[in-house]
């Protein structure tokens, strides 16, 4: 496989995003490597036995990943301990999942999540794993703790399906935020029931699709076992990674410079319009865990 690194020039000759005061760029340096400059911090773990012949990913696996991925994430020596950094006994926490059909945040890795939650103390009762009718769902209406996963995805709409993109259901119209390709999904995290919670951002990066034409698109050409998580306090610096990792894979399956289209403008706008988080890749420290064979970043 072509293992080139997709360099800053390609992808500012190739990818500008429009927004309202000029043009955004996504800066893409030629490497980036884990824990040499200071910043956001992201973790980017994969294991080459994660998935069984059918793609179907092997629940120890996927919760050795997660514990491995969430202290490195907070500098701490075991799992119990980050995760009761995170949640606390008392919080009422909503895991807000992805149930789309095609590519759905796997039950093992709910399940994972879920266990870990428990593990800090929080009772059973307290916990809510969900992703439609997250509105009507007691534990999110009460929320004091939000855990974000879903699958990344090229996207009919958005450009990608991504983590912030992932809360749009908590909106009572989620179509109003399609403008300008969902260029202000971003300002969902500031309603008053969302600010503030999120606790951790997962973007499962196992078989992630990287084309699509269409609203409803899937096709099993592709996608490709990637194998592997993102994860981090900072959502859309979880994005900006997941998104350049996407963009590599496009480039070497097509075979030229192919940016998304819609270009992924909401990831950006998510650091310059509303100050969510970093979108900007040499601000953002990423950890690289497990396998590295063709990592793409």
């Known amino acids: 496989m072509d293992k080139r690194v997709y360099t800053r020039r390609d992808f500012l000759k190739h990818t ?11 800066h893409l340096p030629a490497r980036l490597v884990g824990g040499r400059t200071p910043g956001t911090r992201v973790v980017l773990i994969r294991h080459e036995e994660v998935l ?10 996927i919760q050795q990943m997660l ?7 907070l500098n701490v020596s075991d799992p119990l301990t980050a995760w009761k950094s995170l949640i606390s006994p008392d919080d009422v926490v909503g895991v807000k999942t992805n149930s789309w059909n095609y590519l759905p945040t796997p039950d093992v890795l709910n399940a994972a999540i879920r266990q870990r939650v428990l593990d800090a103390g929080v009772p059973e009762k307290s916990v809510s794993v969900r992703d439609r009718g997250v509105r009507n769902d007691p534990v999110f ?4 703790a939000l855990i974000n996963v879903r699958p990344l995805r090229s996207h009919h709409w958005a450009g990608v399906g991504t983590l ?7 909106t009572p119209q989620p179509s109003a935020y399609h403008a300008d390709a969902c260029a202000d999904l971003a300002s969902i995290w500031k309603q008053p029931a969302l ?6 951002n997962i973007l499962v990066m196992l078989t992630p699709l990287f084309h699509g034409i269409g609203p ?11 194998q592997g998580l993102l994860v981090g306090r900072d959502p859309v610096a979880v994005d900006s990674t997941g998104v350049r990792i996407l963009q590599a894979k496009r480039q070497i399956f097509f075979g030229d410079h192919r940016p998304l289209n819609p270009p992924p403008k909401h990831i950006f706008l ?14 953002i420290n990423l950890i690289r865990l497990g396998w590295q064979d063709d990592v793409l970043i």
Do not use: C
């Open 270 to 283: 998510a650091d310059t319009r509303h100050r969510l988080g970093t979108a900007e890749p040499a601000k």
């Open 141 to 144: 209406q009460n929320a004091t």
């Open 16 to 26: 500008v995003v429009a927004a309202a005061a000029g043009s955004i760029y996504m």
């Open 52 to 61: 069984d012949s059918l793609n179907r990913p092997k629940a120890p696996v």
């Open 164 to 170: 912030i993109k992932n809360y749009i259901i908590f």
């Open 195 to 200: 600010a503030g919670k999120t606790r951790l």
């Open 67 to 73: 514990d491995e991925a969430v202290t490195a994430l």
């Open 216 to 226: 409803h698109h899937y096709s099993p050409r592709y996608v490709w076992p990637y």
